[in-house]
Structures are given as C-alpha cells and as structure tokens.
T-cell receptor, first 113, second 112 residues
C-alpha cells in the first residue's frame, strides 16, 4: 500500500534554533518527493523537490535530504524564524497517473520567541 | 498574475443545504483537483479532472459533486448527503506532465 508517514506530528522550537522533520514512504514506483509549506488557513506551497538521484537540495535555510534505499527524507530548517511556523507536508509522486500524489499528514512547527 | 483562486474564503452552510465552492485557474493546466483537509489528517482527494467534461472520483467522493465545463473552472458542490462537511477545502491544479501541484488559498466550510 502506498503510504507517506511524517514525524513528529508537532514540534515547538525556540527562534534561532535548528530542527529536522522526517518523512518515510512506501510509494512505488517512486518518481519524486516534494516538501510543501502550509501557513495556517492557506494553501500549501512547494519548497523543494527531490528526485531519485538527488541526495541533498537546499532552498535558503531549508535543506532536504533523500535516501531512496531506505525510502526516507528529511527537511532541516536552520536558524529558525517566527515565519517558519507552519505545517510542512511531504508529498510523494508515482511515476505515472493523474492521481499519483500521496500526502503525508504533516508536521506542525511552532517557532516561539 | 498567474494562479489559482478559490472563493469564498469562509462559507457557512445550514443543515440540508447544498453549497458550491468556486475554483478558477489561469495557469493553463489540464488537471484540477479537490482535496479535503481535516485536523491531524493528510489531504484526502475528493474529485479530480484531467480534461474538460471529464472527472473521476477520488477517495472520499460521496456527498460531493463537480463539473468541468471549462478548462479554467472546477467547482465543487457539497450536497446535503455529505454528513460531516465541516472542513478546509483545497483546490489544486497542475500540468499533467509535471508533479508540482499549485494550490488555492482554501475555503473553510462550517455547518451551522
């Protein structure tokens, strides 16, 4: 069964600290993995995409990693800011099909001053 | 600006009423989707459409209906048959050759 699991479910950190969010998946055949950021009451926005051959990709203070062998990805946020408070959703795509996106339940990150 | 627009942002429905959520995109995307988001749960697919005048049921289609008369528009009707409609509804679109979905800002529906 194609599934995407994220951990932790929620996380509270102090402003300026780093944190890492986890995503495990069983989706096959794998095409790519995206991390989305969803602010409260808004639609998700793509942060980064990881394909099978990529191990690490950065987007500013966000760094995503992918281990295709163990089917795990992480999103590392450096020097957190209050504006990082949001839900982060891991989305894994199959190689084919219009209905080929599998969503994790998200990690709710709260950054406090 | 190119994008995907949902309206209204907030919607209140009385018991037994049908309501329609609007979704419009000017990204020239063929595929459009409706998702439901509940607290602590991932996005669940209600309906999707790959081309005009064609749409497919998703995982939780019961109590919902859609139409796709124009490429730009994919409205969702929440019928009285949907017993627990209070939720956050997200519309998305994407190019069928790509995997990045572009989302609207969402509509929060509340039954009163």
């Amino acid at each position: 069964k194609n599934q995407v699991e994220q951990s932790p479910q929620s996380l509270i950190i102090l402003e300026g600290k780093n944190c890492t969010l986890q995503c495990n998946y069983t989706v096959s055949p794998f095409s790519n993995l995206r991390w989305y950021k969803q602010d409260t009451g808004r639609g998700p926005v793509s942060l980064t995409i990881m394909t099978f051959s990529e191990n690490t990709k950065s987007n500013g203070r966000y760094t995503a990693t992918l281990d295709a062998d163990t089917k795990q990805s992480s999103l590392h946020i450096t020097a957190s800011q209050l504006s990082d408070s949001a839900s982060y959703i891991c989305v894994v795509s199959l190689q084919t099909g219009a209905n080929n996106l599998f969503f994790g339940t998200g990690t709710r990150l709260t950054v406090i001053p | 600006d190119g994008g995907i627009t949902q309206s209204p942002k907030y919607l209140f429905r009385k018991e037994g009423q049908n309501v329609t959520l609007s979704c419009e995109q000017n990204l020239n995307h063929d595929a459009m989707y409706w998702y439901r988001q509940d607290p602590g749960q991932g996005l669940r697919l209600i309906y999707y459409s790959q081309i005009v005048n064609d749409f497919q049921k998703g995982d939780i289609a019961e109590g919902y209906s859609v139409s796709r008369e124009k490429k730009e528009s994919f409205p969702l009707t929440v019928t009285s048959a949907q017993k627990n409609p209070t939720a956050f509804y997200l519309c998305a679109s994407r190019d069928t050759l790509e995997t990045e979905a572009f989302f609207g800002q969402g509509t929060r529906l509340t039954v009163v």
